[in-house]
């Protein structure tokens, strides 16, 4: 364990591109699964297709949306924006992505029961309304004391109004806790301005972009957190 972290209570983590993914957000996950079924998208091409479809998302009411519903959802919204929405396509689409999400929920669901044996666990989340009932779905409700899913608490990262959410909820202070997240506007520098220590998740891709405070952790995936916390 890094002696740095010894006085930590509760680590706070992200859900999309940090639990489901290796520091991708669901944008950088997507766009290679079109690629690979035959969509040729430029970045610029995919880029509003995909935030149309999350904004749509976002605007409606999903509480009770299961993980496999939000996800055909979003891709129906953006093919259907790009004119190439069949019934085929996006089930093509959304099966490769769930595979793929599902296979890093099983593989840090292990790694997140070690530490709830020690700490404090929480979410802090930009997300739509349903987070809860995708954790319920996906066997993670029970690993987390708290969960702050934006469209449900009125406030979204870096607001300091969201984590404190989840703080009050587990009874922590800032300087008590650690965030783990992949952006560095919404996660690294939201927790920075509360005084949270944060871990940044990068993936295997980093390109070496600096973190958001000198001597910060930096990791490939949570998966390295067996060391720094435990």
């Not at 929480?122 to 995708?134: A, C, K, M, R, W």
């Not at 990262?157 to 922590?172: A, E, Q, R, T």
């Not at 506007?185 to 939201?190: E, H, L, N, P, V």
């Amino acid at each position: 364990m890094d002696k740095s972290f010894s006085d930590v209570k509760a680590v706070l983590f992200d859900f999309g591109g940090t639990l489901d993914a290796d520091g991708l957000t669901w944008r950088q996950q997507f766009l290679p699964i079109y690629r690979r079924l035959g969509y040729k998208w430029s970045e610029k091409e995919f880029n509003p297709l995909f935030y149309h479809a999350d904004d749509t998302l976002t605007e409606r009411t999903l509480k009770t949306v299961s993980y496999d519903r939000t996800i055909r959802m979003q891709v129906a919204l953006l093919l259907k924006k790009a004119r190439q929405m069949t019934p085929q396509a996006v089930e093509a689409v959304a099966r490769a992505y769930l595979k793929n999400s599902r296979a890093h929920l099983k593989r840090n669901k292990p790694l997140l029961q070690r530490l709830k044996k020690k700490y404090k666990l929480g979410i802090v989340s930009n997300f739509y309304g349903n987070l809860p009932e995708i954790l319920k779905g996906e066997g993670y409700h029970p690993l987390f004391g708290a969960v702050a899913d934006s469209a449900r608490v009125g406030s979204i990262k870096p607001s300091p109004d969201i984590f404190f959410y989840v703080l009050n909820k587990l009874g922590v202070r800032p300087e008590e806790s650690v965030f783990v997240g992949d952006s560095m506007k919404r996660d690294m520098r939201g927790a920075k301005g509360m005084g949270m220590r944060h871990i940044w998740v990068v993936g295997k891709n980093y390109r070496k972009d600096p973190p958001c405070c000198p001597g910060d952790k930096v990791i490939a995936s949570v998966m390295e957190l067996e060391k720094i916390l435990l």
